[in-house]
């Protein structure tokens, strides 16, 4: 009895695990399904039969670009939701996604295009009408994002697919483009997308919020090699080489255990000198943000460059004693 109960859980937990991969808006290769949960083809076509009878409509398609997928409108498994907590749930990780809040920005995305692969069309037109008539109140200054172009990205990514959108630039001027779509990159209150530009045949960044009316072609792609370490060191090395950057260098009077992680630091940015001072090194296109950071650290320390940090500083300590009235 404790080996049919133990062989039961086992494929429970596998049912399970496959489920979540199918709520994944693309098509799976039976190959690929088998590889990802360690279990062989035929195994993967006996686990979607049962998936069957237990009335989840999973897709079946043949060819190079062939595999399974999960239908919209199916019940929403592993989670048995009503229609009122589906609609809850589809508004909140919009909400989240949305305001891209701090460390959940890419989960929400993920999350909302699974959860909207299966909602049934009446469901997605309540969910549709009510992010419409809703108005948040934003915090942050940074950019507004359309959740529903998040959601379109990454499908387009998860199914290697070519995407055409209308892009506006920087100067205003809007063009065409038909991309690969490879990531998006959140940074701060900024989205990006790493693509690359099959009219320009180079690789690229576009900022999420200055897309519009992003249109999956259909047409699949085989994956091209990125020329960076991952898509968040490529977006990083775009962004300097766009924007006037500079290189601080500064002694600080406390361990380098004190100040670890309160500078928005990367490895390597500090070293320690002695048991009581560390040197950082940094690169900023703000002074302001910089200067601000190191004044709070409450601690005593030295600029040695850029000069036009120190000299902002230099203003800005004869503003604050004015202000003090000495």
């Known amino acids: ?142 950019p507004r994002i359309d959740p529903g172009t998040l959601t379109v990205l990454a499908a387009a990514i998860a199914n290697r697919e070519r ?28 989205w990006y997308l790493v693509a690359y530009d099959n009219d320009r045949d180079s690789w690229r960044i576009f900022r999420v919020d200055r897309i519009r009316e992003p249109q999956p072609t259909g047409v699949r792609t085989a994956p091209r090699e990125l020329p960076a370490e991952d898509a968040a060191t490529f977006v990083t090395s775009k962004l300097y080489s766009l924007t006037p950057t500079y290189r601080a260098v500064a002694t600080l009077h406390l361990p380098v255990e004190e100040v670890v992680g309160r500078l928005g630091d990367r490895p390597g940015d500090l070293e320690a000198i002695d048991a009581h001072r560390c040197r950082l090194h ?20 030295e600029v040695h460059e850029p000069p036009e940090l120190a000299e902002y500083l230099r203003v800005l300590g004869a503003r604050v004693i004015r202000a003090a009235g000495n």
Request: aromatic share 4%.
């Open 282 to 301: 940094s690169r900023t296109d703000r002074l302001e943000w910089l200067a601000f950071r190191l004044a709070m650290l409450g601690c005593e320390f």
């Open 1 to 142: 009895m404790a080996v049919i109960l133990a062989s039961m859980s086992d494929t429970t937990a596998r049912l399970l695990s496959l489920l979540s991969l199918l709520q994944t808006p693309r098509e799976w290769p039976g190959s690929e399904l088998a590889e990802r949960l360690g279990i062989s083809p035929r195994t993967i076509r006996r686990d979607i039969e049962r998936l069957r009878d237990l009335g989840y409509p999973v897709d079946a398609t043949r060819g190079a670009v062939g595999g399974y997928r999960l239908v919209a409108g199916a019940a929403m498994p592993p989670l048995l939701l009503d229609d009122e907590e589906a609609v809850a749930i589809a508004v909140g990780l919009r909400t989240a996604a949305g305001h891209a809040v701090d460390g959940i920005e890419e989960a929400s995305v993920r999350a909302l295009a699974k959860l909207e692969q299966v909602l049934p069309s009446r469901l997605r037109y309540r969910v549709g009408n009510l992010s419409a008539a809703t108005v948040p109140l934003l915090n942050a200054d940074g």
């Open 163 to 190: 995407l055409r959108f209308r892009y506006r630039a920087n100067d205003g001027a809007e063009s065409r483009r038909l991309v690969e779509a490879h990531r998006l990159v959140a940074a701060g209150r900024r």
